[in-house]
C-alpha cells in the first residue's frame, strides 16, 4: 500500500475534530470556511456589480430582485462572514507579528504561557465582531 | 517572488482589503446608520448614488486597489487550504497556474467595470 504523505495528517477531518483544542482552533476553521464563502460571493460580486455599465435600465431591476428575502438572508451571512473574518484576521495579523506572543523566556516553573494575553485578545475582537454583526442586521433589518 | 514574499505580500493585502472593505461595508451595507458617501440620499444602490460614486477618481482608484488586493488576498489563501490537505507537487502547480489564471480574468473583468462606467451616461 502506498504510504500517505504525512502519517499523522487529518485533511478536513482535522478541521473539526483532531484533538483537545482551545476555542482558536475552532476560529481558525471559522476563519477558513468563511474566508471561502466570501472567495464564492465576491466572484459573483465582480460579475453582478459590474452590470452597472450597462446603465440604469439594466442596473435598478437586477437591485430589485436583491431585494427578495433570500438575496437579504445571503447579504446577511456575508456580512457576518466579513465582520468575523476581518476581525479575527487583525488578530491573526498581529500574533503573526508577534504581538501578544510575549518574550522568549527558560522553560522554568511556573511556567508562563502567552494565553493569559492571547485569550483576552481573542476575546475583545470577538465582541468587536459581534458588535458589528449586531449593527449590519439592524441596518439589514430595520432600516434597509 | 520566493514564499516568504508572497506571504508578506498576502498579510499586506489583508490590511488593503481590511480598509477599504471595511469602507464598502460603511457605504454599502451600513448606509441606514451612516448615509455617508451617498450624495443623492437614500439607498447606497439607487442608481444615482452608484453612479456619482463610480464616476469619483477615489472610487475608481480605490476600487480597482481593493479588487487586486481582495483577489489575490482570497485566491493565496484558497491556495494555501488547497496546499494544506497535500496534494503532490505536480497538483500544487497546477493549482498555483488555474487560480491565478481565474484571478486575472476576474481582476480584467472588474477593472474594465469600473473604467468603463466612467463614461455611462448619468442618467437613462
New interface residues.
Given amino acids: 500500500m502506498e504510504k500517505k504523505?504525512?502519517d499523522n495528517?487529518l485533511?478536513?477531518l482535522g478541521w473539526v475534530a483532531g484533538g483537545k483544542w482551545g476555542i482558536e482552533r475552532y476560529l481558525y476553521t471559522l476563519h477558513?470556511i468563511t474566508?471561502?464563502g466570501?472567495?464564492l460571493f465576491?466572484?459573483i460580486h465582480?460579475?453582478e456589480?459590474?452590470t452597472?455599465?450597462?446603465?440604469?435600465?439594466v442596473?435598478?431591476p437586477i437591485?430589485a430582485a436583491?431585494h427578495h428575502p433570500i438575496f437579504k438572508m445571503g447579504?446577511a451571512l456575508v456580512?457576518i462572514a466579513?465582520a468575523f473574518h476581518?476581525l479575527n484576521?487583525?488578530r491573526l495579523?498581529l500574533i503573526?507579528l508577534g504581538f501578544m506572543v510575549g518574550k522568549p523566556e527558560q522553560p522554568v516553573y511556573p511556567y508562563q504561557s502567552s494565553l493569559n494575553v492571547q485569550r483576552p485578545l481573542m476575546i475583545t475582537v470577538m465582541i468587536i465582531a459581534g458588535l458589528l454583526i449586531l449593527?449590519?442586521m439592524?441596518?439589514?433589518i430595520?432600516?434597509? | 517572488m520566493n514564499k516568504s514574499g508572497n506571504w508578506i505580500l498576502f498579510?499586506l493585502a489583508?490590511?488593503v482589503v481590511?480598509v477599504l472593505?471595511?469602507l464598502h461595508?460603511v457605504v454599502v451595507?451600513?448606509?441606514?446608520?451612516f448615509g455617508i458617501l451617498s450624495p443623492a440620499g437614500g439607498?447606497a444602490?439607487?442608481?444615482e448614488n452608484?453612479?456619482q460614486r463610480?464616476k469619483s477618481n477615489f472610487f475608481t482608484v480605490t476600487y480597482i486597489i481593493l479588487?487586486g488586493a481582495?483577489?489575490y488576498h482570497?485566491?493565496y489563501?484558497?491556495r494555501t487550504?488547497i496546499f494544506e490537505?497535500?496534494p503532490?507537487k505536480a497538483v500544487e502547480r497546477g493549482w498555483t497556474i488555474f487560480l491565478l489564471a481565474v484571478g486575472t480574468v476576474?481582476f480584467i473583468?472588474?477593472t474594465?467595470?469600473a473604467i468603463?462606467?466612467r463614461t455611462?451616461?448619468t442618467?437613462?
Fill in positions: 504523505r504525512y495528517h485533511e478536513l477558513r474566508g471561502v466570501i472567495l465576491f466572484m465582480i460579475f456589480s459590474s452597472r455599465i450597462f446603465g440604469m435600465k442596473w435598478d437591485m436583491m447579504e456580512f466579513f476581518a484576521g487583525i495579523i503573526e449593527l449590519g439592524v441596518d439589514l430595520f432600516l434597509a | 498579510i489583508a490590511v481590511f472593505l471595511g461595508m451595507h451600513l448606509d441606514g446608520i439607498s444602490l439607487a442608481w452608484v453612479i463610480s479588487l481582495a483577489l482570497g485566491f489563501g484558497l487550504i490537505l497535500g503532490r476576474l473583468v472588474g474594465y467595470a468603463a462606467v455611462v451616461e442618467a437613462l
